[in-house]
């Protein structure tokens, strides 16, 4: 089944300690890219990537890293998590980024206390 | 000049009668115009999307109508269902531009509740 899968699924921990919540895709898309969902102000991209080893920043990057040494990995990294990163995130692929469906995992719900 | 205004934030219809939900924007190089549709607990899923070639498009009870001048673009929701009850967000990209001016710009979403 095509899919994007992300995990983990729902995480709570504590301001300061790293984490790294994983997205696979198996579509063998190119595009990849990770939001973040609040009540009130929609979708907004935190990085994306064009294809393997090309990232580049979305609207809010601040406070994340990401890498892409696969075509089907992109983790989201949070070196020291704060709790204004509580959030829903969602992983996102497509085969291109310019006028093509976007395939979204299932979201992480984080919550940083 | 990137943004996607969308309206209204929340939407309460009965069953069987037309939600409808309204995006502008501002950036003229926008063209494609997608809609993703959000269950609770669930990733965004494509609903419908429109290139500006064209006023309107439809597909089962979901149509988009497309006004290039106006800068708007609008989802129709005919005969709606419970089933329907989600969250809608509109989006624009633009394909004139690689990087980050070629991604998806969403809308802030619309809660639709659709009362039996």
């Known amino acids: 089944e095509a899919q994007v899968t992300q995990n983990p699924r729902y995480l709570i921990t504590v301001t300061g300690k790293k984490l790294t919540v994983t997205c696979s895709q198996n579509m063998n898309h190119e595009y990849m890219s990770w939001y973040r969902q609040d009540p009130g102000l929609g979708l907004r991209q935190i990085y994306y990537s064009m294809n393997v080893e090309v990232t580049d920043k979305g609207d809010v990057p601040e406070g994340y890293k990401v890498s892409r040494k696969e075509k089907r990995n992109f983790p989201l990294i949070l070196e020291s998590p704060s709790p204004n990163q509580t959030s829903l995130y969602f992983c996102?692929?497509?085969?291109?980024?310019?006028?093509?469906?976007?395939?979204f995992g299932p979201g992480t719900r984080l919550t940083v206390l | 000049q990137q943004q996607v205004k969308q309206s209204p934030q929340s939407l309460i219809v009965q069953k069987g009668g037309i939600s409808i939900i309204n995006c502008a924007y501002e950036n003229t190089a926008f063209d494609y115009f997608p809609w993703y549709q959000q269950f609770p607990g669930k990733g965004p899923a494509l609903l419908i999307a429109?290139?500006?070639?064209?006023s309107e498009k439809k597909e089962g009870r979901f149509t988009i109508s497309f006004n290039k001048s106006a800068k708007q673009f609008s989802l129709h929701i005919m005969d709606s269902q419970p089933g329907d009850s989600a969250t809608y967000f509109c989006a624009a990209s633009s394909s004139l531009y690689g990087g980050s001016q070629g991604n998806l710009i969403f809308g802030k979403g619309t809660k639709l509740s659709v009362k039996p």
């Open positions: 429109i290139r500006p070639d064209v």
């Open positions: 996102a692929s497509s085969p291109r980024s310019l006028g093509n469906e976007q395939f």
